[in-house]
């Protein structure tokens, strides 16, 4: 048997998890459908955990609204259940991103480099460390890019963890007590901003620590 590529294994691999997911739709289109009224009803505190979790944990290869399944965790299980899926989905995510920057680096070498926003934030990690995790850890897309370079740039595993655990705790904090607090909420409005609220914070406070940096 001919030995795949690395980049055909990894294409192999997508190909295979879309499948996964999407051939069982089709097959099991009305089960998926009760199941998912059952999950938003919140009566199934279980399978809201594990799907919760697995979203934050994927959201590192996906475009998965990170805020916004968080909050929706705190909304449906309650604020110490959302704390601990969101912490642990967003630890898992951590993880993975950095498993995959260190393992596949030279295979997506000229890839990376030519995204200004990874060079950007290699320079960032040259120049201020480890504080560049924990600042970028509620920011859109940096988030996620942030743990790639860590493992790209072979930083210590063991620091890695403790800094995205730190800041992974306080997201998880933050995404399970507002979700929690939504509940009450009866304006379109003002539940729109609070799936906005920390996304504008962490971009806001990343700005701001930047600035401050500069003109140290």
């Not at 704390?83 to 993880?95: C, H, Q, V």
């Not at 460390?129 to 370079?149: D, W």
């Not at 493992?151 to 992974?168: C, D, M």
Request: hydrophobic share 55%.
């Amino acid at each position: 048997m001919k030995k795949l590529k690395p980049g055909q294994a990894i294409v192999a691999v997508h190909l295979a998890v879309l499948c996964l997911i999407i051939v069982p739709f089709f097959l099991y289109e009305g089960l998926f459908e009760r199941l998912s009224a059952e999950l938003l009803s919140g009566t199934r505190s279980f399978e809201i955990f594990i799907a919760a979790a697995f979203l934050l944990a994927i959201d590192v290869f996906a475009p998965i609204p990170s805020s916004a399944v968080s909050i929706s965790a705190g909304m449906l299980l309650g604020a110490p259940l959302a704390f601990l899926a969101s912490l642990f989905g967003l630890t898992l995510g951590s993880l993975l991103g950095y498993g995959f920057g260190y393992y596949f680096r030279k295979l997506h070498f000229d890839r990376w480099y030519a995204d200004p926003e990874f060079r950007n934030l290699s320079s960032e990690f040259s120049r201020y460390g480890y504080a560049v995790l924990l600042i970028c850890r509620g920011v859109p897309i940096l988030a996620e890019m942030s743990v790639m370079v860590a493992g790209f740039h072979r930083y210590t595993f063991g620091k890695f963890v403790l800094v995205t655990f730190a800041g992974n705790c306080v997201l998880a904090f933050l995404y399970s007590y507002m979700g929690n607090s939504a509940i009450n909420l009866t304006s379109a409005y003002l539940l729109t901003a609070v799936f906005l609220l920390v996304p504008f914070l962490t971009f806001s406070a990343r700005f701001w620590w930047l600035r401050r940096q500069g003109e140290a």
